[in-house]
């Protein structure tokens, strides 16, 4: 099954970009790397994906490596509302996530 | 739309009790899947459906049924609840599931079940 490894947590201060990193290297040639983040007592919900090509939204960056082992999303300048755990999933398999604090 | 419900969204059980746990989606989507939150961890995928009539087993199916007699409606069926099934529940959606592009998957707001 596919897998990703990310850090347990991350800090960063209000207004600054926020680079989270997630590894896949059993990623297969077709999948799509997507990300999802939870914010206390809701849901996941989509952020962003990818397959090759760095992807952005109005939400975040997606910058995936040549290789395609390892990806990373960029939040351009984090907010309180940022605050979350934050999944790098390929498929359905979902790890641990990194929760990302915010610091005001 | 109302993308993904769910009902209840809390819930208090027995040890030995059964129940249903609904979700519904009104995108058309043909894939649809449940997962378990314990506290502190990742989502744990338990059943998944790629269409009315087909169900498959995710990583920890034991204990739980599901069924899909329509497009909208993938319902999760505790048999017999025990302590270890105390978790959030979330339901999701997705146009797909192969790994593709329209794998974006809409998750509801989720069931928080306590069994005693």
């Known amino acids: 099954d596919a897998k990703t490894t990310q850090p347990n947590s991350m800090e960063s201060n209000e207004e600054e970009p926020v680079h989270l990193p997630c590894n896949h290297s059993?990623?297969?040639?077709?999948?799509?790397i997507h990300w999802y983040r939870q914010l206390p007592s809701q849901g996941p919900e989509y952020v962003i994906h990818?397959?090759?090509s760095n992807v952005n939204n109005r939400m975040a960056s997606l910058a995936i490596a040549e290789d395609r082992k390892s990806s990373t999303l960029i939040l351009h300048r984090a907010t309180l509302r940022d605050a979350a755990v934050y999944y790098c999933?390929?498929?359905?398999?979902f790890g641990t996530g990194t929760r990302l604090k915010v610091l005001a | 739309n109302a993308g993904v419900t769910q009902t209840p969204k809390f819930q208090v059980l027995k040890t030995g009790q059964s129940m249903t746990l609904q979700c519904a989606q009104d995108?058309?989507?043909?894939?649809m899947s449940w997962y378990r939150q314990d506290p502190g961890m990742g989502l744990r995928l338990i059943h998944y459906?790629?269409?009315?009539?087909?169900?498959d087993q995710g990583e920890v199916p034991n204990g739980y049924n599901v069924s899909r007699s329509t497009t909208e409606d993938f319902p999760l069926r505790l048999l017999s609840a025990a302590p270890s099934q105390t978790s959030v529940y979330f339901c999701?959606?997705?146009?797909?599931?192969?790994?593709?592009?329209?794998?974006?998957?809409?998750f509801g707001p989720g069931t928080r079940l306590t069994v005693l």
């Open positions: 999701a959606s997705s146009y797909s599931h192969s790994g593709m592009s329209t794998d974006t998957q809409y």
């Open positions: 059993t990623i297969s040639g077709t999948d799509y």
């Open positions: 990818g397959l090759t």
């Open positions: 999933i390929l498929k359905y398999i």
């Open positions: 995108m058309n989507h043909e894939y």
């Open positions: 459906s790629v269409g009315a009539g087909i169900t």
